[in-house]
C-alpha cells in the first residue's frame, strides 16, 4: 500500500455520504466522522450528499479523488454502481471496486463463492419474492435467521425460533428489494474483522446486552461489549487468515470489514463482508485501529492512501 507524507497529495476530497440507501443515517454519521478526521490532518476534504451530486460535482472537475463513506446499495455507493461509475471517470476512490462491492452486497452469491472454494459458511436457503418461506425450512430446521440478501447494518433482519414467525420475518426482508435470504442460525460468539490493505486488524468479539446484535445494540446501545483482540495465538492468527482469504475470494481491496461467528464446536463460520464499514463512534473498524495505537484521523488518512493504489493499477 502506498504511504503518503503530505496532505496535499491527495488533493480535493469529496467525501461522498448520505445517499438515498436505507442506510442514509448511518452513513452521514460515518461521513461527519470521517470529514473531521481528515480535516484535522489537514486534508482539503468536503461533503457530498449521494451519487448524483458526487457525479457532478467531478464532471465539473471539482475533486481529486474521492472517499466512499456511502452504505448500502439502491443508492448506497456499497454495491458496484458508483464504482463502476467512478473508473468510467478515471477518478481514484476508497474501496472495493466494482465486482468486490456487487458481490459482497449480494449475500447469496458471496456464499455460493465462499462454498465453491471451501470456506466455511452457515448453511442457507435463497428466496425469490413469492416464493413460500416455509420450504426453507425443511431443509435448514430451526431456528434460522431471515434477512433481505442486499441489505446491511442488520436491516429487516430476524430471528425465528417457531415456524408460526417465519412469515413475519420473510415480510419484513421483503420490504427491501432484491432477494431474501433464510440462513441456518448459529449459536456461539460473534466476531468481526477489519482489513486495512493487505492485513487484517485484531479481531473483535461483540457481546450485545440483549439477545444478538441488532441495529439497536450497533448504533444505539451503550452496553454492547468490545473485545479486542477478541481471540489470542494460533486462534487468532487463524481468524485473521480467514477473514483475508473471504475477503479476497470476493475481490474486495483497500479496507473493508469480514463478520463471523464460532459456533459451539470452535469452528467459524463465514457471515458478510463490509466493503464500507460504518464509521460512527460505535462501529468496529475503528476501535480495532484504536487497539493497534491507530487514533481515529490516521485510520481516515491509511483509508485514503489505499486510493492511490487503485490509481496506479
Known sequence: ?????????????????????????????????????LRSRGVDAHAIDGIPALLDALRAGHFARVFNIL?????????????????????????????GAALSMD??????????????TPEFTPLRRGDNARQALSKLG?????????EGSSVGVSRVFAEADLDGAAALAARYPGDLIVERMVVGSEYTVAILGERALPSIRIVPKGAFYDYHAKYVAEDTQYLCPG???????????????AFRALGCSGWGRVDAMRDESGRFQLLEVNT????????????????????????CWRILETSFDREDA
Open 276 to 299: 464500507a464499514p460504518g464509521m460512527t463512534s460505535h462501529s468496529l473498524v475503528p476501535k480495532a485501529a484504536a487497539a493497534e495505537g491507530m487514533d481515529f484521523p490516521t485510520l
Open 231 to 245: 481471540l489470542a495465538g494460533d486462534e487468532e492468527r487463524m481468524l485473521g487468515d480467514l477473514a483475508l482469504r
Open 71 to 99: 452504505h448500502g446499495q439502491h443508492g448506497g455507493g456499497e454495491d458496484g454502481v458508483l464504482q463502476g461509475a467512478l473508473e468510467s471517470l478515471r477518478v481514484p476512490y476508497t474501496g472495493s471496486g466494482v465486482l
Open 107 to 120: 449475500k447469496i452469491r458471496s456464499k455460493w463463492i465462499w462454498q465453491a472454494l471451501g470456506l466455511p
Open 142 to 150: 430451526l431456528p434460522v435467521i431471515v434477512k433481505p440478501a442486499c
Open 1 to 37: 500500500m502506498k504511504r503518503i507524507a503530505e496532505a496535499r497529495a491527495f488533493g480535493r476530497v469529496a467525501v461522498v455520504m448520505g445517499g438515498t440507501s436505507a442506510e442514509r443515517d448511518v452513513s452521514l454519521d460515518s461521513g461527519r466522522n470521517v470529514l473531521d478526521g
